[in-house]
């Protein structure tokens, strides 16, 4: 398929209609769960603790593109990636909405033993946790200190990203590049590019920069997608891909790569999966000091994107604005705790979703079995590859042993070298004493 030289196909044409309806690519997707007949509208259990993850509000573009007739800073209300009043006020709404649906966990004021907010290292994150907090805790009574301000701090703690392997998952870890890139040289994935080699020409051509991978291709249909929003007129070119099916699959795949196998969704994201689980456990087990009953991650699509890829509950799409991943704990008569989760990713009030091979209402036991491939052991050791810890295929032995022998041979040249050449030097600098005399 040319792009710059064909029009849209009569495909793509019924593709972008039924977009147009439901609200296709950028727009938001329902959970799985929902399509999910006979769930039950209230579940098994006492709710004794939650786990809400979501993504950040409204933001400017993070980069434009070289061509982007929009790249001037004047034309933004704020910097490059930040989040807008949009953002903050999208955060103010999802914090009163949290504030209805945990009010029975969490006191109206706020209590350091019952709540505790992490975010990554980045001003958007950041920022949506404290326009969240604004709604889930409106200082009311002896916590109004200006009556002028309806806000409190509220602490969001936070880590430099390159130490991050829970939430930003930016700490190194060698072993999840190795095996990226075998996913990367696998003849699937460079069967799927080439079948989208024509599309990321074009945008390259277009753009004036480089478009050679998935994520590219997300980074630059982002930026149209936020431009759009903000009623700023797209250049023509854009029109023969912006909002088609190529395009729109191409960045919704994107955010499937990085937890693509099972090998890879452990590195990435089964750090805080194993976080939440563990907590869980500990909730149960009177082990959880303080005793807290709300835990709250702010963090970016890629986090929601990865999280429910890992759970196996992913379906290609973009994450929106403000997405949000619950995981609630409830216990039963029994005592027996059970975890349900919800995708909040509309207006619309989340069902909980169906856990493979589990259901709507999973024993926390059964969830630990189910996960035990993307629960990292030991992170840090997992992550440092060498060919001790490596199967003959990984490590390429035998690549590496021609290269062993190829350098022990190369010394022992050297070595035969610098003897021959001693040995000459020493005869020639030894005389006789007759020669001398």
């Known amino acids: 398929m040319v792009y710059y030289q064909t029009s849209y196909s009569v495909k793509a044409i019924v593709f972008l209609c039924i977009c147009s309806l439901l609200g296709c690519g950028n ?18 259990g006492e709710l004794k603790f939650a786990h809400v993850i979501f993504r950040h509000g409204d933001r400017m573009p993070l980069d ?12 933004w209300p704020t910097g490059w990636g930040q989040l807008t009043n949009r953002g903050k006020q999208q955060h103010y709404e999802l914090g009163k909405w949290l504030r209805k649906r945990y009010n029975s966990l969490l006191s109206t004021r706020f209590d350091v033993d019952q709540i505790y907010i992490q975010s990554t290292d980045v001003d958007r994150t950041l920022m949506s946790a404290q326009s969240n907090l604004a709604g889930l805790y409106e200082p009311v009574g002896e916590d109004v200190w200006n009556d002028q301000i309806k806000w409190q701090p509220i602490p969001v703690h936070t880590m430099p ?15 999840f590049d190795y095996y990226l890139s075998i996913l990367q040289e ?15 020409f074009y945008l390259s051509q277009n753009s004036g920069r480089p478009v050679k991978t998935f994520m590219e291709a997300q980074y630059l249909n982002n930026t149209l997608f936020i431009e759009q929003l903000y009623n700023k007129t797209l250049p023509v070119w854009t029109q ?21 196998t099972r090998q890879l969704a452990r590195l990435k994201t089964g750090p805080l999966l194993k976080d939440i689980l563990t907590r869980f456990n500990k909730k149960i087990e009177k082990q959880l000091h303080p005793d807290r009953t709300v835990f709250v991650y702010s963090a970016h699509d890629t986090t929601i994107a990865n999280l429910l890829n890992t759970l196996n509950l992913f379906q290609l799409h973009s994450p929106p604005y403000t997405a949000c991943i619950m995981f609630e704990l409830r216990v039963d008569d029994q005592n027996k705790p059970l975890v349900s989760l919800f995708y909040k990713n509309t207006t619309a009030e989340p069902l909980p979703m169906d856990i493979p091979g589990c259901g709507v209402s999973c024993p926390l036991e059964k969830l630990f079995q189910l996960y035990e491939d993307v629960l990292p052991v030991d992170w840090d050791t997992e992550c440092q590859r060498s060919t ?15 290269m062993l022998i190829g350098i ?9 070298g610098l003897m021959v050449y001693y040995r000459r030097r020493n005869y020639t600098m030894h005389t006789s004493y007759g020669q001398m005399a």
Request: net charge negative; aromatic share 14%.
């Open 27 to 44: 727009a938001s997707l329902e959970s799985r769960s929902e399509d999910v007949e006979g769930v039950p509208a209230t579940l098994p």
């Open 64 to 75: 434009p593109y070289p061509t982007d007739p929009w790249k001037n800073r004047k034309y």
């Open 161 to 175: 990203e390159q130490y991050d392997a829970i939430i930003g998952a930016k700490a190194d870890c060698p072993a």
């Open 186 to 200: 696998s003849a699937e994935f460079k069967a799927k590019l080439e079948r989208f080699k024509d599309l990321f």
């Open 240 to 260: 023969k891909v912006y909002g088609g099916a190529d395009l729109t699959y191409v960045s919704n795949f994107a955010f499937s790569i990085n937890t693509y």
């Open 388 to 402: 001790l810890t490596m199967t003959y295929e990984e490590a390429n032995l035998g690549a590496a042993t021609a």
């Open 408 to 416: 022990i041979a190369a010394l022992l040249c050297i070595s035969y």
